[in-house]
């Protein structure tokens, strides 16, 4: 999807972005509006997108990993959490905080997608297209409630524990945006 014109791809969706810098706020929306967002909802704290959520019309987040009174680490926390449909409600961490640690914890906590900034309107359409035209499954079980982990059926190419690859990335380096994929897919990192 080319970006430069305005489009409907995004007019039947109510979006939620949650993100305390006005300047990083006022650049999504404007992007999301390109794309015929007609209903976005901004915050800048945890509890307002709580209460946004709490009232279940949300069909997407946007959230940074810091916010107001708590962050989008605790944001996806609680959503996942809820014992009502809002648990199910696509969540997708926009951020710079793209270590390993903060990746891989994202993504045991239930987030459907992972968008480093800073991030290009292509980077960051595709995230939203991947969960509005290919939504994940979701697992639950007693450690974990979110979409499944696996974007794909068969194991990686190398064969190998996944994991492996991961732990040996643990020396805080940041990660771009295709190793952050391949972490989110449940793929290794190369």
Not at 39 to 59: C, M, N, P, W, Y
Request: proline share 4%; glycine share 6%; charged share 25%.
């Amino acid at each position: 999807m080319a970006v430069g014109k305005t489009s409907d791809y995004l007019s039947p969706f109510k979006i939620l972005v949650a993100e305390p810098n006005a300047l990083m706020c006022s650049v999504t929306r404007q992007l999301l509006t390109m794309l015929g967002a007609r209903h976005i909802f901004t915050v800048s704290d945890s509890e307002s997108a709580k209460s946004h959520l709490r009232q279940g019309d949300i069909d997407f987040v946007l959230s940074e990993w810091y916010l107001y009174t708590a962050d989008g680490i605790d944001l996806v926390r609680w959503l996942r959490a809820q014992k009502s449909e809002i648990r199910f409600t696509p969540f997708i961490m926009v951020t710079s905080q793209t270590r390993l640690q903060n990746v891989i914890l994202a993504r045991n906590l239930g987030i459907n997608e992972f968008v480093a900034k800073p991030f290009s309107a292509n980077s960051l359409i595709m995230r939203i297209k991947e969960v509005i035209e290919r939504p994940r499954m979701f697992v639950s079980s007693r450690k974990y409630f979110g979409p499944d982990r696996r974007r794909r059926a068969k194991p990686t190419e190398e064969g190998g524990d996944r994991r492996k690859s991961e732990s040996m990335l643990l020396d805080g380096r940041s990660l771009n945006q295709d190793q952050i994929d391949r972490i989110v897919a449940g793929d290794g990192i190369r």
